[in-house]
Structures are given as structure tokens and as C-alpha cells.
């Protein structure tokens, strides 16, 4: 139904008292069934209080039968512009020509008609649906398929036009006599002919797809990892259902369980039906993936859910050993404090979903399981910073839904065999001397520096340290040290003065002890021969005094001293012979008496030359003299400054003894 924008001045009238005068317009004026138009008149003569006007419409013959088709009659009196009134052409109105008039109540006039108005027929708008079925009464289509609409054909010998329409809206470039549906919506068309146009009621067209989702009953043992995937440890049966209720106008579903796990040539997975899974759900046990096709009743709707992943883990079975060091021939769970045992599982999966952990339960069988922290690897390393005593171990694996416990490992630690060394660690004995050594232990074998000496005990005279080891259980060795060293006796003896004159004494000094005894290599007189100093008298012109020496300890020492007794002065008796005796050295290297030169004594023969101190310890002694002694040591060490005696001989006969006076920074 339309209404004319297009409205007409039909109608004049002019009153002059009762009698009325009207104009008639008469127009060309075309209109369709249902359509609106709008008659606007001036009303130039008044009407009475309580006056309508309304409009009548002829037949198709032209003859006015009291068809009235204002939609309200018009309330009007006086005198008035603009008015008008909606006049509504009836929807059965055949096609054809008609005339309008208009008639008022009081008085009661009738205005002049309108001819020639042309009544067009609306064209037929009904149109027919193809590939469908009723759902709960409503035109229903499978999704993923297409419904046709098709427009009803027009009456013998006319033609339409058609506006496909989606919402009410057209539907571009969609002007033919049918309509392919391919998403829900609400559709009509708009039939146009020559003269008229009409729009067909709005269809509702839906599109439906069954629900084809698919879950997993929950249970012991299954794990979801989404909610389109389970895991699950080997030996468990999960079941997979349908996930879907049957909507409005739906009886029933039916059902078929697809797999992938097939290729075809090139490699690319094929779907399969899985023989004889028709009902709604369906028990697993392997891994795999799996996928649904549900088909709608009625309708024959179908949909493929997506697909639901088993993942199937193995259950990690393996066992624990002790595996040997590199440097074992065979592993030991038996193991001493400062040992280690390596333990390891058979079968180790690594870079796998296996996770490790050690456990360990102590005491020993007790059976009180708890984690090692960071202990996660197929091997751990047992040694007594876990605990220092026995304890069981065993390896818990997991693979992410399966589990195993090993099976346990009992490691034994074995205390260090206990030793203690009597009289002691540390002995000191004399020269020459031995000591017995014991050892309390509860070790089984003994072996004192490396098995040279084997046994508790031992007779031990070399000093030096001894590494003692007590071997016990396991052979567990504990290692202590003995030191064995002599004591320090060192017997010293002087003279003073060591040269003196026929019928002189000496005085005889002795260090190093508690007990002393002077003897001598000839004949002489002792003050006292059993004390550290006596004076003595010597019968030889040249005699070695010994002193023997004691400590608190019953070690014994012997130290000597040489004493001259020179019966007159060398340096006089053979002046005339030699000429005078050179008695200062000053070794300072600048070329003058840096050393003693005897040449005018020695004359060219082998003279022994032997150089004293004051206490007659000889520090210097060649052989053959070269004249060339510059104040040191037989090891070439400088003397200090001072006097010393030498002796200078030949042929067992003494041809000088003098003293001589060492300045080193003259």
C-alpha cells in the first residue's frame, strides 16, 4: 500500500444561504489496490455545525452503489482552505476506470464527480521455497547448502519485474524471478508491473547446522589438557560422547566416528569412518585423533566436529642400579664416609615428557618416602652430604599422566676404622737408638709406609715421618702420621788459650749436656775430668782433647779441641831462617795482603797448612799450601775479624806456628 504524495483541489464550494454552487476538476488520475489518495478542497460557502463530508467510489461501470472509501468522514463547517481527506482504493478493486464524488451530511449535497481515474491490479507477490525441510514449522535450510526461492509466475499475458529483499532492504543486482538462500535472514520480494507494484509478506529463512562437539567423561586417570584433548596413562579407557541436544523440530541425530590417522600417496591425512562406531559415543584406549560427523533428523544436516586428541602415555617402567666408578672394576652399594656410589636408572629417556625424581626413606626400611630437592636427573650421586648413614633410595618417574616407583636401593656407609699410636705421634730417640711403636685399632690390617711395616707394632730407629694406615671393613682406611727424629745433642769443646808454653795449662770448655767426661790422644793432667770445664796440662807438644757428652735423654755426643804448646816464638827462632813471618791478612780485594803468603817459608816444598781458632777448632787445612789463603773456610766462607793460629808442617815436622790477625774492611 502506497499513498499518493501527489494531492488534488477537487472540490470548490460557495454557499449563499441554503443554496450551494460547486467547480468540478476533472484530472487524469492512476492508483493501485490498496493504495492511498488524498482529495484537499476549499470549502467557500459555510455548512452547518455538525457537517461531514465523505467520499464515494463507482463500480467499475461507472454507477455509484453508497461505496464509501474515506478512511473518516471530515468534520467540517464554515468556511475553510486545505482540507482533506484519505481515501483508501479497496484491495478487491478490479482493474479498470472509476469516478469519485463527495457528499456532505448537512445539508446533504453531492459534489460533481471525478472521472477517468485509472484503478491499476497489484501484481501477485508469492514466491516458493525448494531445498528445505520444516523445522518446528520454520523454512529450513543445512548450512553450507542453498535454499532456492522461486517467484510465483505472473497471470497469462502479463509480465513483472523483480527486487529481491533481505531485511526489507533490496538485494543488489538480485532482480530475476528466483533467489539462491545460502545464510539465515528474512527475505521478500518487490513485484513491479506496467502500473503497479506490490511486496510479498516477509519469510523467515533459517539455516541449521547440527551441534557436533565432542567431550570427554572425566574419570581416574585422565587428565585434560584442553577441552578438546585428554592424557591419559596406558591401560585406561576414556570415553568420547557427542556434546549436543535436538533442537525445535529436530527427532534425533545420527552419528558416525571418523579417524586420520591414514595418508593417501602424498602423504596428506585421509578421514575414514571408523567400522561399526554409529552410536553417540565411543571408548578409547591408544592415541590418536579422533572426529564426529553428525547428521540432523530430519534434514539430513551434517557436521564434522573438531578433532579430539588422545594422547596415550606409556608408563615409564625401568629399574635402579648402582653403577661402578671408571675406576672400579665392579660398583659397591658398601660405601666409607668419603665414598660415593653413582646410581642410575636402566632405561632413561631423556628429552622426553619422562620427569625424574630421587627419593629417599631413612632409617633404613623405614619406609618414610621423601623428595630430594634438585635430585630430578636419571642419576644421583650418593654421599654422606645427604646423610651420613644408611639409607634406602629409590627413583619416582612420571610421564605426564603415568607414574612408576622403582625399585629401592639400599647404600651403606661403614665408619673409618679407629687408631691411636702408642706412646705417641710425635718420638724422639737418640742416635743410633730405636723405639717400639703400638697401635690401638680396631682396623683389620695395618700398613705403616705403604707395607713396609705391617702389624700393630714395630721396632723404629730411622728418623722420618711414617704414614700409618689402619684398614678396615670395606677397606676403609684411616690414615694418621707418625714422626720419628732424633734428639738434638751437639757436644761442643774449646781451649783457651789452645796454644800455650812448655809447662802451661789450658782451660778445657765443654757444652751440649747434662753429664761430661774429658780423655785426651796423649797423656795430660785434668782439674777435673768428669766437668763441663777443667783446667788441663798437656805432656805433648801437640795433643787432641775429647770431651764425651750426655743429655737428659742418655744421648751421648763427642765434640775435640787441639792445644799447642809452642816452646818458643816461631816468629824469633826462625827470622833469621825465613826472614819475618807475615801475621796480618786484610782480604778486602784492593791487591795488597789479601791473602798469607808463606813462600818464603814453604821454599818451594810441600808444606801441610791447617788454620785454628782461638779455641783451636780448626777452620781451614790444604794439603799442599798454595800461598794463597785469603781468611775463609774450608768452604770458602769469610772469617771474621780476628786472631787465629795456624800451623805449617813438613814431613810430620812443624816449621811455623804463629797467629795471624783477619781485617776484612782495612
Known amino acids: 500500500m502506497r499513498k499518493l504524495i501527489l494531492s488534488l483541489a477537487l472540490f470548490g464550494f460557495a454557499w449563499s444561504g441554503y443554496a450551494q454552487s460547486t467547480s468540478n476538476e476533472s ?26 463530508f465523505s467520499v464515494e467510489m463507482s463500480d467499475a461501470s461507472g454507477n455509484f452503489s453508497g461505496n464509501f472509501v474515506s478512511t473518516n468522514a471530515l468534520l467540517a ?4 482552505v486545505g482540507n482533506e481527506i484519505d481515501v483508501l482504493v479497496p484491495d478487491n478493486a478490479t482493474q479498470g476506470v472509476y469516478k469519485f464524488r463527495m457528499l456532505s451530511s448537512n445539508p446533504v449535497l453531492v459534489s460533481d ?13 508469492g514466491f516458493s521455497a525448494f531445498n528445505w525441510f520444516d523445522k518446528a514449522g520454520e523454512l529450513t535450510f543445512c548450512e553450507g547448502d542453498t535454499a532456492l526461492l522461486v517467484v510465483d509466475a505472473p497471470p497469462t499475458g502479463q509480465s513483472y519485474s523483480y527486487q529481491w529483499l533481505s531485511g526489507g532492504a533490496p538485494i543488489a543486482g538480485e532482480t530475476g524471478d528466483t533467489l539462491f538462500v545460502i545464510a539465515s535472514g528474512t527475505y521478500g520480494v518487490e513485484v513491479s508491473s506496467n502500473l503497479c507494484d506490490a511486496t510479498s509478506m516477509d519469510t523467515v529463512v533459517n539455516s541449521y547446522l547440527p551441534s557436533a562437539a565432542v567431550f570427554a567423561q572425566g574419570g581416574a586417570g585422565i587428565n585434560f589438557v584442553g577441552i578438546d584433548s585428554i592424557r591419559m596413562c596406558k591401560g585406561t579407557i576414556a570415553t568420547l560422547e557427542h556434546f549436543g541436544f535436538p533442537a525445535p523440530g529436530i527427532l ?41 560427523e553428525v547428521t540432523s533428523l530430519p534434514g539430513g544436516c551434517k557436521d564434522t566436529s573438531k578433532v579430539f586428541t588422545v594422547i596415550v602415555d606409556t608408563v615409564p617402567t625401568t629399574s635402579t642400579v648402582v653403577q661402578n666408578w671408571p675406576w672400579q672394576n665392579l660398583p659397591s652399594n658398601t660405601l666409607c664416609l668419603t665414598d660415593s656410589a653413582l646410581l642410575t636408572a636402566q632405561d632413561t629417556v631423556l628429552g622426553s615428557t619422562w620427569e625424574y625424581q630421587w627419593q629417599i626413606a631413612y632409617p633404613s626400611g623405614s619406609n618414610s618416602w621423601l623428595n630430594l630437592a634438585n635430585d630430578t636427573m636419571p642419576w644421583m650421586v650418593v654421599d654422606t652430604s645427604i646423610v651420613a648413614d644408611t639409607a634406602d633410595y629409590r627413583l619416582f618417574i612420571t610421564n605426564e599422566a603415568c607414574s612408576f616407583i622403582t625399585n629401592e636401593q639400599t647404600i651403606n656407609f661403614v665408619n673409618f676404622p679407629s687408631i691411636l699410636i702408642q706412646p705417641g705421634d710425635s718420638l724422639g730417640i737418640c742416635v743410633y737408638d730405636s723405639v717400639l711403636v703400638s697401635l690401638q685399632s680396631n682396623a683389620l690390617n695395618f700398613a705403616w709406609n705403604g707395607g713396609f711395616y705391617t702389624g700393630k707394632q714395630n721396632f723404629l730407629s730411622v728418623p722420618g715421618q711414617y704414614v700409618i694406615e689402619a684398614i678396615g671393613i670395606n677397606q676403609c682406611i684411616t690414615v694418621d702420621t707418625l714422626d720419628i727424629y732424633n734428639y738434638t745433642l751437639v757436644a761442643s769443646a774449646s781451649a783457651n788459650p789452645p796454644v800455650i808454653s812448655p809447662g802451661e795449662s ?4 765443654a757444652t751440649g749436656g747434662v753429664s761430661y767426661y774429658w780423655f785426651a790422644d796423649a797423656p795430660s793432667y785434668y782439674s777435673n775430668q768428669q766437668s763441663s770445664s777443667t783446667e788441663a796440662l798437656p805432656s805433648v807438644d801437640t795433643i787432641t782433647y775429647f770431651i764425651q757428652v750426655e743429655d737428659l735423654n742418655g744421648c751421648e755426643d763427642t765434640a775435640s ?33 789479601d791473602v798469607l803468603d808463606l813462600s818464603g817459608i814453604t821454599a818451594g816444598d810441600d808444606c801441610e797448612f791447617t788454620v785454628y781458632t782461638r779455641w783451636g777448632t780448626p777452620v781451614f787445612n790444604q794439603e799442599v799450601y798454595n800461598n794463597a789463603w785469603g781468611g775463609t773456610t774450608d768452604g770458602g766462607s769469610a772469617l771474621e775479624d780476628g786472631t787465629y793460629y795456624f800451623v805449617l808442617t813438613h814431613n810430620n815436622e812443624i816449621r811455623v806456628k804463629s797467629a795471624v790477625t783477619i781485617l776484612n774492611n782495612f
Request: glycine content about 8%.
Open 27 to 52: 484530472l487524469s488520475l492512476q492508483a493501485c489496490q490498496a493504495d492511498t489518495i488524498v482529495f484537499s478542497f476549499d470549502i467557500t460557502s459555510p455548512f452547518n455545525i455538525g457537517n461531514t
Open 77 to 80: 463547517y464554515g468556511v475553510s
Open 113 to 125: 464527480t471525478i472521472d477517468n481515474v485509472i484503478i491499476g491490479a497489484n501484481p501477485q507477490t
Open 252 to 292: 534425533g541425530f545420527e552419528y558416525q566416528w571418523l579417524k586420520d590417522d591414514s595418508v593417501n600417496i602424498f602423504g596428506q591425512p585421509v578421514m575414514y569412518p571408523v567400522l561399526d562406531d554409529t552410536l553417540n559415543f565411543i571408548t578409547v584406549d591408544t592415541s590418536g585423533t579422533w572426529y564426529l
Open 506 to 509: 789450658t782451660v778445657l770448655s
Open 561 to 593: 779441641v787441639q792445644v799447642f804448646v809452642i816452646e818458643q816464638d816461631s816468629a824469633i827462632i826462625y827470622s833469621t831462617t825465613y826472614g819475618n813471618i807475615q801475621n796480618v791478612i786484610t782480604p778486602n780485594g784492593d791487591g795488597r795482603n
